[in-house]
Every structure is written in structure tokens, then in C-alpha cells.
């Protein structure tokens, strides 16, 4: 294909997710479901599994192979960014607050999951492994996969339903953070165990922890004081223009460590004080940009890699209910039996385990990563993809149940611009 036509088809396949992304996500915001939901799906209807299978010829020309590529350095610079903006909407503030009280229920809601997806991997390997991968790794990886808790997504539930300012909106906020958090670094572990199969973890492993202590300890108050003298004036372009090559060099330098470049892209966020002019200023004038155009592209090509026809028979659709089970009642049983062991009431516990449940975009990234590592195959991709959306989409008519309040709020509030 010529370059004048791989742009053409790369720009009509771009419009056509966004347009499709934000109808769906305003359909998915009238039943009561986070708008990302519908900007998945609208990936993955405009990819193999359904527009492929109902019109072959639509789908090769509105997503012929060759755009691949293209769209897939496209998807990665915009969830580079996206987790540079995650960082940057951490409080770690409020982390270091209420850690002592939430602690116990962050990890219990990551080393359940954890551990239950390890066990099922190990009983799926034989059949959904690829076939060059270690059998340690596909297990490590499933594990973490099974852990991770959509924050940003958790924090859009909460402020539909009216919760965010409540002691259980709090409560899952920060546990949410604190979880992610513990994930994150155990998936940036786990892909340095992967990327360094020739030799030894050790290294990326040592260089990852130093990276991080290097960035909290030096980087962080040299920026805290940054921002401090930006409060006084105006935040121009070149300021920006700063803090994006800073966090495209950060990315890079995870990238070289072995853990990918969406850890230091979010460790650059992580730095910047949540509540500075300065992190307003990047929230008003990029996250659009991010969220309108960039991270379209990843659906668009998380969509052209989740193939429902791989799911061919009854076996794999038990195999892809099981999937949704164990994450359910991992991450569920796990919250529930920690929060009830440090002292909440039933329905406040149940309520937290039902809220980090919440999967949605981020388990995509995750899964986008073990596929391009090669740890899981196109099949589980599939499975964990499905996973990820029925999981999330229960988080909303679940609660609504457990909080009656939370119901009625959501019925009053006007649709509102999709935040994933």
C-alpha cells in the first residue's frame, strides 16, 4: 500500500472509531454504564468480530492489514499519554493519608485475584499457552491480569452515582489507588521476568525499584518546587511542551530498562502534585486530545486483535466463563473478607468488592501488553477482553442494588463529556 493511502485509510479508520466511540458511548451512558464501555465496544464492532464477520469487504477497507502497524504506534503513543495523565490525577496525598486504614484492603484485593488467576493459568496453559512461552511467565502474567482495578473508571462510576464524596466512595477511591498502584508494579516486574528470558530478571528488576526511588526522591520535590513558582503565572506552551518531553524521555527510559514505556509515562504523572496549576493546565489542554483522538486508535486496534469467532465452540465459552468467574470472585472475595476483617459493615464491604471488580480500559492496556510480549495467545486475548467488559459493565445495576441512593442519583445527572 502507498503512503498516501495508508494515511487515507489511518484517518478514515480514526474517524470512524471516534464517531462510533462516542455515539455508543452515550448509549452506554442511557443504561447507566461508563461511556468507555461503549468506546471499547465500538472498537472491537468495528474489528473482526463484527463488522469482519458481517461485511468482510467494509472491513478490509476501513481496516485493511497494512494500517495495522500505523494504528498500533498510534494506540501506544495515546496510552502512553493516557497513563502520564492517570499519574498526574493521583493524590498521592491522599495515599499516604488514609494508607494504614485501606492497606490490608488494597492487597487483599490484588493477592486473591492474583492468586486465583495464577491456579486457573496453570490449568489453562496446556491448551491457550502460547507455545514458546514459559509456563512461569503465562502464569505471572494471568495473575496480574486478574489483579488489575480500573481506577479511573472507578472514580467516572462513583461521581455518576453520586458517591465520590462519601465514606465509600472514599474508601474505594483510595484502595483503588493503592491497588493499582501494587499492580502496576507487579506487572512492570513481570515484564522484565518476560523480556529478559535470555538472561536474568535481577537487573531490570534492581534498575526498575532504583528508577522509581530516583523519581520520588530527587524528581518529585525538584517539580513540587517547580510548580510552586508556575502558581504565580500563567502556564504557556513552552512549560507544556517541558513536561511532555520529560514524559515522553521517562517512558523511554523504561522502555530501555524493559518494563515498557507506559511506566515511566506514568511515573512522570505521579511526580507532578495533583492539585498544582500546573496539572490543571494538562488536564484542560491535552486530555481531550488524548481521550477524543489517541485512545480511539487503541480501541480501534484492541478491537482489530479481539476476534469472537476464536471462541468457536461450547468449550471455549466455558472456558471464557470460568475466566469471568474466577476474576469475579477473586477480586470480589478478596476485598470483601479484608474489609470485613478490619472492622466495616457488611454492605459497605460488599459495596467495595462489587466497585473493584472494575476492570475496563485499564485491563485492556495490560492485555495489550501480554500480547505484544507474546505471554498470552489471540484466543485468551479474546477471553480476558470479554472478561474485562462483562465485569465492569456489572459494577453499575450491582451497586445500585447494595445502594439504593446511589440509583436515584444517577437518574437525575445529565449526560456529561466521557472521561475513561
Same mark, same amino acid.
Given at each position: 500500500?502507498?503512503?498516501?493511502?495508508?494515511?487515507?485509510?489511518? &484517518?478514515?479508520?480514526?474517524?470512524?472509531?471516534?464517531?462510533?466511540?462516542?455515539?455508543?458511548?452515550?448509549?452506554? #451512558?442511557?443504561?447507566?454504564?461508563?461511556?468507555?464501555?461503549?468506546?471499547?465496544?465500538?472498537?472491537?464492532?468495528?474489528?473482526?468480530? &463484527?463488522?469482519?464477520?458481517?461485511?468482510?469487504?467494509?472491513?478490509?477497507?476501513?481496516?485493511?492489514?497494512?494500517?495495522?502497524?500505523?494504528?498500533?504506534?498510534?494506540?501506544?503513543?495515546?496510552?502512553?499519554?493516557?497513563?502520564?495523565?492517570?499519574?498526574?490525577?493521583?493524590?498521592?496525598?491522599?495515599?499516604?493519608?488514609?494508607?494504614?486504614?485501606?492497606?490490608?484492603?488494597?492487597?487483599?484485593?490484588?493477592?486473591?485475584?492474583?492468586?486465583?488467576?495464577?491456579?486457573?493459568?496453570?490449568?489453562?496453559?496446556?491448551?491457550?499457552?502460547?507455545?514458546?512461552?514459559?509456563?512461569?511467565?503465562?502464569?505471572?502474567?494471568?495473575?496480574?491480569?486478574?489483579?488489575?482495578?480500573?481506577?479511573? !473508571?472507578?472514580? #467516572?462510576?462513583?461521581?455518576?452515582?453520586?458517591?465520590?464524596?462519601?465514606?465509600?466512595?472514599?474508601?474505594?477511591? %483510595?484502595?483503588?489507588?493503592?491497588?493499582?498502584?501494587?499492580?502496576?508494579?507487579?506487572?512492570?516486574?513481570?515484564?522484565?521476568?518476560?523480556?529478559?528470558?535470555?538472561?536474568?530478571? &535481577?537487573?531490570?528488576?534492581?534498575?526498575?525499584?532504583?528508577?522509581?526511588?530516583?523519581?520520588?526522591?530527587?524528581? #518529585?520535590?525538584? !517539580?513540587?518546587?517547580?510548580?510552586?513558582?508556575?502558581?504565580?503565572?500563567?502556564?504557556?506552551?513552552?512549560?507544556?511542551?517541558?513536561?511532555?518531553?520529560?514524559?515522553?524521555?521517562?517512558?523511554?527510559?523504561?522502555?530501555?530498562?524493559?518494563?515498557?514505556?507506559?511506566?515511566?509515562?506514568?511515573?512522570?504523572?505521579? !511526580?507532578?502534585?495533583?492539585?498544582?496549576?500546573?496539572?490543571?493546565?494538562?488536564?484542560?489542554?491535552?486530555?481531550? &486530545?488524548?481521550?477524543?483522538?489517541?485512545?480511539?486508535?487503541?480501541?480501534?486496534?484492541?478491537?482489530?486483535? %479481539?476476534?469472537?469467532?476464536?471462541?468457536? /465452540?461450547?468449550?471455549?465459552?466455558?472456558?471464557?466463563?470460568?475466566?469471568?468467574?474466577?476474576?469475579?470472585?477473586?477480586?470480589?472475595?478478596?476485598?470483601?473478607?479484608?474489609?470485613?476483617?478490619?472492622?466495616?459493615?457488611?454492605?459497605?464491604?460488599?459495596?467495595?468488592?462489587?466497585?473493584?471488580? %472494575?476492570?475496563?480500559?485499564?485491563?485492556?492496556?495490560?492485555? /495489550?501488553?501480554?500480547?505484544?510480549?507474546?505471554?498470552?495467545?489471540? %484466543?485468551?486475548?479474546?477471553?480476558?477482553?470479554?472478561?474485562?467488559?462483562?465485569?465492569?459493565?456489572?459494577?453499575?445495576?450491582?451497586?445500585?442494588?447494595?445502594?439504593?441512593?446511589?440509583?436515584?442519583?444517577?437518574?437525575?445527572?445529565?449526560?456529561?463529556?466521557? /472521561?475513561?
Amino acid at each position: 500500500m502507498q503512503p498516501a493511502d495508508l494515511l487515507w485509510h489511518l &484517518l478514515l479508520a480514526l474517524a470512524a472509531v471516534v464517531i462510533t466511540g462516542r455515539v455508543l458511548g452515550r448509549v452506554f #451512558r442511557l443504561i447507566g454504564q461508563p461511556p468507555v464501555i461503549g468506546e471499547v465496544v465500538a472498537g472491537i464492532a468495528l474489528g473482526p468480530s &463484527l463488522l469482519g464477520a458481517v461485511s468482510p469487504e467494509a472491513y478490509a477497507f476501513l481496516l485493511p492489514p497494512a494500517v495495522a502497524p500505523s494504528l498500533g504506534l498510534l494506540s501506544q503513543l495515546g496510552v502512553a499519554l493516557y497513563m502520564f495523565l492517570i499519574g498526574v490525577e493521583l493524590d498521592t496525598a491522599l495515599l499516604r493519608g488514609h494508607l494504614r486504614a485501606t492497606v490490608t484492603i488494597a492487597q487483599s484485593s490484588i493477592v486473591l485475584p492474583f492468586l486465583f488467576g495464577a491456579a486457573l493459568a496453570a490449568v489453562l496453559a496446556p491448551g491457550l499457552a502460547p507455545a514458546n512461552v514459559p509456563v512461569t511467565h503465562f502464569v505471572l502474567f494471568m495473575g496480574v491480569a486478574m489483579a488489575i482495578t480500573a481506577f479511573p !473508571v472507578l472514580a #467516572r462510576i462513583l461521581a455518576d452515582t453520586g458517591l465520590t464524596r462519601t465514606d465509600l466512595g472514599r474508601l474505594a477511591l %483510595t484502595c483503588a489507588a493503592v491497588g493499582d498502584v501494587t499492580a502496576w508494579c507487579l506487572l512492570a516486574f513481570v515484564v522484565g521476568v518476560v523480556q529478559s528470558r535470555q538472561g536474568s530478571a &535481577l537487573l531490570p528488576s534492581v534498575m526498575t525499584v532504583g528508577y522509581i526511588a530516583l523519581m520520588f526522591m530527587v524528581v #518529585r520535590p525538584a !517539580v513540587v518546587r517547580w510548580c510552586r513558582r508556575l502558581e504565580s503565572r500563567p502556564i504557556d506552551r513552552d512549560v507544556i511542551a517541558v513536561v511532555i518531553v520529560a514524559a515522553l524521555v521517562s517512558a523511554l527510559i523504561t522502555e530501555w530498562i524493559g518494563i515498557h514505556a507506559i511506566f515511566g509515562a506514568f511515573l512522570m504523572g505521579a !511526580v507532578i502534585p495533583h492539585d498544582s496549576a500546573l496539572a490543571r493546565a494538562l488536564d484542560d489542554r491535552i486530555e481531550h &486530545l488524548v481521550t477524543i483522538l489517541l485512545l480511539p486508535a487503541f480501541f480501534a486496534f484492541a478491537g482489530m486483535r %479481539t476476534e469472537i469467532g476464536l471462541i468457536s /465452540n461450547w468449550t471455549g465459552w466455558v472456558t471464557c466463563a470460568a475466566i469471568i468467574v474466577v476474576a469475579t470472585v477473586g477480586k470480589f472475595g478478596g476485598t470483601l473478607s479484608a474489609a470485613r476483617l478490619v472492622g466495616h459493615e457488611w454492605r459497605t464491604a460488599t459495596s467495595l468488592g462489587v466497585l473493584m471488580n %472494575t476492570r475496563g480500559l485499564m485491563e485492556l492496556i495490560v492485555l /495489550n501488553v501480554g500480547l505484544d510480549l507474546g505471554v498470552i495467545s489471540p %484466543t485468551l486475548f479474546t477471553m480476558m477482553v470479554v472478561m474485562a467488559i462483562v465485569t465492569t459493565m456489572a459494577t453499575t445495576p450491582l451497586l445500585g442494588v447494595l445502594v439504593p441512593e446511589a440509583t436515584l442519583r444517577h437518574a437525575s445527572i445529565s449526560p456529561q463529556p466521557s /472521561n475513561s
